[in-house]
């Protein structure tokens, strides 16, 4: 069954690096989206992706987040200067075009900032 | 704007008993409705959804769950737990409308914990 691949699976950073999460999304989904959630917290929407640009963000997604898909397979999150607070779990998620509930998850990347 | 609310961060059943999982949902219009699952080391799984048509919905591994609008409600239930149930479980919703993007709103998700 095709699966959505996140590399990697732990990543401990110092707070002010940069980081970059990397995900494998299924080969004929269209849309792409990147989810975390904080130890004891709600799963957040962070960010979904159609068409090569940001369709949808939330209040989370600020400046310091980019998304791109550089190489039509890759489907990236970097966080510019991480901080403390950006220790989560974040989940990548793809959609198959003709559902609109049709997502596939990630296994996450848990990011851990010291 | 759409909410969920899970009642109970965990949930304790034997083996062999009901398992019930509350969520009740907030939304504007009926919505969408997801229960995923989280097994340790792995990513959110799909159980079950429901969109239109017959509120009693049954997904993989003998879960099922209805719709019930006038309570807004979309409770999980399994008449027999197993040992391999235990996870997390996590329920969402999305707004039909929107039907380009479909961003999920979930729960704080209930663990499941099973004993012998």
């Known amino acids: 069954e095709p699966e959505v691949t996140q590399t990697p699976s732990h990543q401990v950073t110092q707070m002010g690096q940069e980081v970059i999460l990397r995900c494998v999304p299924i080969s004929n989904h269209l849309y792409f989206y990147w989810y975390r959630q904080i130890l004891g917290q709600k799963v957040e929407f962070l960010v979904s992706?159609?068409?090569?640009?940001?369709?949808?963000k939330s209040e989370i997604f600020d400046d310091q987040f980019s998304v791109e898909r550089p190489d039509g397979s890759n489907f990236t999150l970097k966080i510019r200067s991480t901080k403390l607070e950006d220790s989560a779990m974040y989940f990548c998620?793809?959609?198959?075009?003709?559902?609109?509930?049709?997502?596939?998850f990630g296994s996450g990347t848990r990011l851990t900032v010291v | 704007a759409q909410s969920v609310t899970q009642l109970g961060s965990h949930v304790s059943v034997s083996e062999g008993a009901l398992v019930l999982l509350r969520c009740n949902y907030s939304s504007s219009v009926p919505p969408y409705l997801f229960w995923y699952v989280q097994y340790p080391n792995q990513g959110l799984q799909l159980l079950l959804k429901?969109?239109?048509?017959?509120?009693l919905v049954k997904g993989i591994n003998g879960f099922e769950a209805e719709f019930k609008k006038s309570e807004t409600s979309f409770h999980l239930t399994k008449p027999s737990a197993h040992m391999s149930d235990a996870a997390e479980y996590f329920c969402a919703v999305s707004d039909p409308r929107n039907s380009g993007y479909s961003t999920l709103t979930f729960g704080k998700g209930t663990m499941l914990l099973v004993s012998p």
């Open positions: 992706f159609y068409n090569n640009e940001i369709s949808e």
């Open positions: 429901y969109t239109t048509g017959a509120t």
């Open positions: 998620a793809s959609r198959e075009p003709r559902s609109n509930y049709g997502y596939t």
